[in-house]
């Protein structure tokens, strides 16, 4: 496993924000792909897990995603200030260009050329989506492979239903994430309390028995002894 790189220093948070925001063509996922790469694989101040639980507590602020996940990184390595040098990283640079870009677009929206590349970009943004899914689901089924099929099928069941939520019935999101929740801990504390209480019982009773055992040992040796003595 590779050892995580020092904490980084406030111009080194900034410029790593600023590549980010500069090379994130293709929206939110786009970006979250590039801060995976980033803060996980090249310097290991994060791991997979860390970042799922950010960005789940991401899906619970309103407004702006990315945003709530810059400032979550950015405390975790560099405190208020590396708030700061995170969002002028991430947003300054960007929006900049997106704005000279907007303003440039109207001329050439209609050109063939444009309209092509646009047909390409959007193939390639699902591609990207898709990475995004896989890397968000490995810590997920690497806990299920640890705690058994129980948990794959209740984490099954609940994308299933959000996703049935969101396409059949048309609910808002932060419903559909309330409802999850709920139904997450409904689920999961339900059937992790039994298996862990059955454990402490196992261990318990074992730890019983084998002192039971080591006492009755005790006794016959020192009857033995006695024996040996008379």
Known sequence: MKQPDPRPGKWQLFRIWASIGLQSFGGGSSTIFQIQQEFIEKHGWMTMEDFSLFWNLCLFTPGINII??????????????GIVVSLIGLLLPSATITCLLAAGFKLIQNRPEVQAILRGVIPATAGVMFVVAARFAHPLLTQARKEGWLRSV?????????????????????LVLICAAAAGA??????????????????????????????????????DIRGEQH
């Open 68 to 81: 709530a996940l810059t400032i979550l990184i950015g405390r975790k390595l560099g405190g208020m200030s």
């Open 154 to 174: 209740g984490s099954a069941v609940i994308v299933l239903a959000c996703a049935a939520a969101l396409i059949v019935l048309k609910l808002s999101v932060i």
């Open 186 to 223: 409904i689920i999961f504390t339900s059937w992790r309390t039994p298996h862990y209480a059955l454990a402490a019982t196992s261990t318990s009773d074992t730890s019983s028995t084998a002192s039971e055992r080591s006492d009755e040992a005790a006794s016959s040796h020192t009857a």
